[in-house]
């Protein structure tokens, strides 16, 4: 199945999912939203909820932020729901594909068993931002980037009782790890199979195509034209201009250095165990 991860249902999420659908071969997709906002317009697809009620129902630690920093919450959610699937999809509403690119990743990947495909999978540096909120004292931290990712059953029934077990723990409460690290670095130390959407010898994406801070704008992008790639965010109107403001906010000096050291203002020594 696909989890399609979004605040909100527009139009343009649903057009989206009919794409993907579409590329899949038929696909089972599911919106994945915000359960803060109300879902405005009708849809035929099945939705998940995510709110902290339903996170904490099946046992997860909640902390206020959530929503943005506990990208794979989605998953489990989805896990508990549909349990006859084997593999999850998860992919961002702001994941553009070039032409043709989306149905060729989905035909590749479809008979290996692989738990976690994901992008730029790796170990962490110690300059990675999530690093210290991510390490232990009996693991090597890895990383990933969480846009779009697929991850096995299996994986997700073991990554979940990872999260609730370290969710008794106030220590790591107090710096709760993010999905990218929380995901690679469980799955990769507990001997889970794990591969780099790259590492096939096909390149799905670039350093160019998929980021964090260099957002393109929705209107001007068109998958016939642009390079082969896998695009990230790709963003339309006040969603891509609230994006720039905010990355030119961050441009600042108080604004990096707020960002260098969000990993160092850590109450207590992160070298704990897993």
């Given amino acids: ?44 697809r099945p939705i998940l909820l995510v709110t902290a009620a339903a996170c904490e129902a ?29 593999f999850v999809w998860q992919i961002e509403y702001d994941v553009r594909f070039s032409a043709g690119l989306a149905g060729e990743l989905f035909d590749r990947f479809r008979q290996e068993t692989f738990d976690l495909l994901a992008p730029d999978y790796e170990a962490a540096s110690t300059e990675w931002p999530w690093y210290l909120y991510c390490a232990g004292r009996d693991v090597v931290t890895y990383k990933c980037f969480f846009p779009l990712v697929r991850v096995s059953a299996a994986a997700l029934d ?74 990230h965010p790709v963003l339309f109107g006040e969603d891509y201009a609230r994006k720039i403001a905010v990355l030119e906010g961050r441009r600042g000096i108080r604004g990096m250095r707020s960002r260098v050291s969000l990993a160092t203002r850590l109450p207590w020594n992160p070298k704990v165990a897993w």
């Fill in 1 to 44: 199945m696909i989890l399609l991860r979004a605040t909100v249902l527009t139009p343009r999420l649903i057009e989206f999912a009919d794409e993907l659908a579409d590329a899949s071969g038929g696909e089972l997709v599911v919106f994945a939203l915000d359960g803060r906002h109300p879902v405005e317009i009708p849809t035929e």
């Fill in 158 to 231: 073991f990554l979940i009782e990872k999260r609730i077990h370290q969710g008794a723990s106030g220590q790591r409460r107090a710096t709760w790890p993010n999905d990218e690290g929380f995901v690679a670095t469980t799955l990769t130390n507990a001997g889970f199979a794990c591969r780099d959407f790259n590492s096939f010898g096909i390149q799905f994406y670039s350093a160019k195509t998929l980021t964090f801070d260099s957002p393109i704008e929705g209107e001007r992008f068109d998958p016939k034209r642009v390079g082969r790639g896998i695009y």
């Fill in 58 to 86: 099946i046992g997860l630690y909640c902390p206020t932020n959530f929503a943005w920093r506990c990208g794979d919450y989605p998953l489990y959610l989805a896990r508990k729901t549909f349990p006859d699937e084997s």
